[in-house]
T-cell receptor
Framework: GAVVSQHPSWVICKSGTSVKIECRSLDFQATTMFWYRQFPKQSLMLMATSNEGSKATYEQGVEKDKFLINHASLTLSTLTVTSAHPEDSSFYIC??????????????FGPGTRLLVL | AQSVAQPEDQVNVAEGNPLTVKCTYSVSGNPYLFWYVQYPNRGLQFLLKYITGDNLVKGSYGFEAEFNKSQTSFHLKKPSALVSDSALYFCAVRDPNTGGFKTIFGAGTRLFVKA
């Protein structure tokens, strides 16, 4: 099946610094990627929808200036957590839509990035 | 608005026994339904989906799910559980008519399979 990678897999940073997380679709092109946040023992919370070549669409309550999303190519989306604080510590997961099957589209997920802000 | 519910936080089953993980949904139109599995500290792995066609959908690792429109359910099943099936399972729904490309996930059900 389709493969989505994320880098880094984990990161520890100091409060106030910025962290960039990359999401790549390795064997398919993805016009749309999604960024989720998952708290321990909880479900995935959709943060934003990333569209190639245009601005991301953020969910209600998600600060667009804090979570910067760039989808510069059909295989790469990046999430930058700016001025990170301890409450931003979480597991961040990206996914990409594989539409090669027409309407039989499926989302494929990256392995996740665990962020710890000290 | 679309929503999905997984009524059980945890399901326990003995190895070799059949397993069922329940999921119900609410959408205004015809739903796209998905099941994903998550192992510790990993992303989600796609198991199966229902878009249209046969109500019984077969997926990866011997899992299957049955779409029941009248009961608005999409329960995940496997005839014979393995210890390695122990993981966190998520049901998800998308309403292509009103929800765009947004997929909503249930809270997840943790499956424990005892040897």
């Amino acid at each position: 099946g389709a493969v989505v990678s994320q880098h880094p897999s984990w990161v520890i940073c100091k409060s106030g610094t910025s962290v960039k997380i990359e999401c790549r679709s390795l064997d398919f092109q993805a016009t749309t990627m999604f960024w989720y946040r998952q708290f321990p023992k909880q479900s995935l919370m959709l943060m934003a929808t990333s569209n190639e070549g245009s601005k991301a669409t953020y969910e209600q309550g998600v600060e667009k200036d804090k979570f910067l999303i760039n989808h510069a190519s059909l295989t790469l989306s990046t999430l930058t957590v700016t001025s990170a604080h301890p409450e931003d510590s979480s597991f961040y997961i990206c996914s990409a839509r594989d539409t090669s099957g027409g309407y039989q589209e499926t989302q494929y997920f990256g392995p996740g990035t665990r962020l710890l802000v000290l | 608005a679309q929503s999905v519910a997984q009524p059980e936080d945890q399901v326990n089953v003995a190895e070799g026994n059949p397993l069922t993980v329940k999921c119900t949904y609410s959408v205004s139109g015809n739903p796209y339904l998905f099941w994903y599995v998550q192992y510790p500290n990993r992303g989600l792995q796609f198991l199966l989906k229902y878009i249209t066609g046969d109500n019984l959908v077969k997926g990866s690792y011997g899992f299957e799910a049955e779409f029941n429109k009248s009961q608005t359910s999409f329960h995940l099943k496997k005839p014979s559980a393995l210890v390695s099936d122990s993981a966190l399972y998520f049901c998800a729904v998308r309403d292509p008519n009103t929800g765009g490309f947004k997929t909503i996930f249930g809270a997840g059900t943790r499956l424990f399979v005892k040897a």
